[in-house]
């Protein structure tokens, strides 16, 4: 964080100092709510939870060198007591923003934030330093702890938004206000919590209207709903996509016999090739809309194709692909899943299978709502569709439709499995695998399907990590 005094805190956030034999000493270290990441110069972030109380760690945190604690009531040793601590994060976040000299980019959508996200990073950071959210930190606590990372080198913050209801990415946007926002697509993810994917597109289009008159919307030329958001905003618009009509767009998209995309990247400023890393052609879309973002921000085409080429995954379990010894290759997409997100991954499973024996171990997607029944059925049937191997089906009742969507889908579907847990998941397969064949694992995270990757992995001992 750039170095703020705690009189200075105390005044930004409205608060009482307590216990602070100096209040013009500095915070210089990270803004952390975790006490085993202070660092010194830290300032603690003490939040109540269900399980734990972060007012318990307060005199540890300062033995361990945190400069103070950032409390809702006194704990004997110095600190910046409010009413609400979350709410004073957030201002917290609001004044270093203001005072930064940095561009704020902003994205949200259904599916593919927080690889769009990384790949952002990773493009500016090619430019200058950039500072972005970590994993999938885009809630209104994760949202302003990343902001407060940044600091006066700074030239790039990148922040994920996400959603569960109308009105949160209006509230992030005041905490942390971007020049250039993009909207990815508006999916059916957590689409039982908002009730439609109209209710869905109202809350994704808060970013768009948040953005000033010399801003930037990017949006996504092939998402009706997205590119309906340009009537929101007073910002220019700048559209991404394999439309015809799109600023930033791909062309002669093709998949390497691995799985990993290639395409022609056009941009008003030129053309270039670009071949990814990562795998699956849902990656295309992300990368085009790294590139608006990078486009806008004054990269040209050749810069741009450079970065996208060399870029990698950063957050973990997200196409995270290893080889084994024996050859059986792991792909673990098990961070979280929705129906998107699940076809694309399936897509990418069918690229790389070619010539090898293929499995599909899922598991449920949550917070589908009433649509969940018939979501499953349709992944599961899909799954047929791309000749897919053979179908695990882990976990309880939307397991059981993802296996019962492939068993009617054709004869195919009698190759499909229902299984009850992860366990009994890595017992079918330990039993059946053979060298090349090639596993997808992926489920919502509540499920915890990633153990069955990471066994799997340890069965291998030393596989080789081919993308990340």
Not at 207 to 216: I, K, M, Q, Y
Not at 312 to 336: C, I, K, Q
Request: aromatic fraction near 4%; hydrophobic fraction near 45%; proline fraction near 4%.
């Amino acid at each position: 964080m750039i170095a703020l005094s705690l009189a200075e805190i105390a005044a930004v956030v409205g608060g009482q100092t307590y216990d602070i034999p100096d209040p013009e000493l500095q915070v210089t270290g990270p803004v952390v709510r975790d006490s085993r990441e202070v660092e010194s110069g830290s300032l603690f972030v003490a939040f109540v939870g269900e399980r734990v109380d972060g007012h318990d760690y307060a005199e540890a945190v300062i033995e361990a060198g945190a400069a103070a604690v950032l409390a809702s009531r006194p704990v004997g040793v110095p600190a910046v007591v409010v009413d609400d601590v979350q709410r004073a994060l957030g201002a917290l976040a609001r004044h270093v923003v203001e005072r930064l000299g940095a561009t704020l980019v902003a994205l949200t959508g259904s599916a593919g934030k927080t690889s769009t996200k990384d790949l952002i990073a990773q493009v500016l950071g090619s430019k200058a330093p950039t500072v972005f959210t970590p994993g999938s930190l885009n809630n209104e606590i994760g949202l302003p702890l990343t902001a407060l990372s940044a600091t006066e080198e700074t030239k790039f913050l990148v922040l994920e938004m996400g959603a569960r209801g109308i009105g949160h990415i209006r509230y992030l946007t005041e905490l942390t206000p971007p020049r250039i926002g993009l909207v990815l697509n508006v999916g059916t993810a957590h689409i039982g919590e908002f009730g439609g994917r109209e209710q869905i597109a109202q809350a994704k289009g808060e970013l768009v209207e948040s953005l000033p008159e010399d801003g930037a919307a990017i949006l996504n030329a092939d998402d009706p709903l997205v590119r309906a958001m340009a009537s929101r905003t007073k910002a220019r618009v700048i559209l991404f996509g394999e439309s015809g009509e799109a600023d930033v767009r791909a062309e002669n998209v093709r998949l390497t016999e691995s799985g990993q995309p290639s395409f022609s990247l056009r941009t008003p400023s030129g053309c270039s090739d670009v071949t990814m890393r990562l795998y699956g052609e849902h990656h295309v879309s992300n990368a085009l809309a790294a590139a608006a973002v990078a486009h806008e921000l004054g990269m040209s085409a050749d810069e741009i194709a450079r970065a996208l080429s060399e870029a990698g995954s950063l957050s973990r379990w997200r196409m995270e692909v290893t080889e084994r010894p024996d050859g059986v290759t792991v792909v673990n997409d098990a961070y979280n899943a929705n129906p998107e997100s699940m076809r694309a991954a399936l897509r990418a499973l069918a690229a790389m299978g070619k010539g090898r024996r293929t499995w599909a171990v899922l598991g449920q997607m949550a917070e589908l709502g009433d649509e969940a029944l018939a979501e499953h059925d349709a992944v599961g049937r899909l799954a047929v569709r791309l000749n897919v191997g053979k179908l695990v089906a882990v976990g309880g009742r939307e397991a059981s439709w993802l296996q019962l969507g492939a068993y009617n889908e054709g004869s195919w579907g009698e190759e499909s499995v229902h299984v009850s847990d992860a366990q009994a998941a890595v017992d079918l397969l330990r039993s059946e695998l053979r060298p090349g064949d090639v596993v997808l694992v992926k489920a919502s995270r509540s499920v915890g399907l990633e153990r069955v990757a990471l066994a799997l992995l340890a069965d291998g001992t030393e596989g080789e990590v081919s993308a990340r």
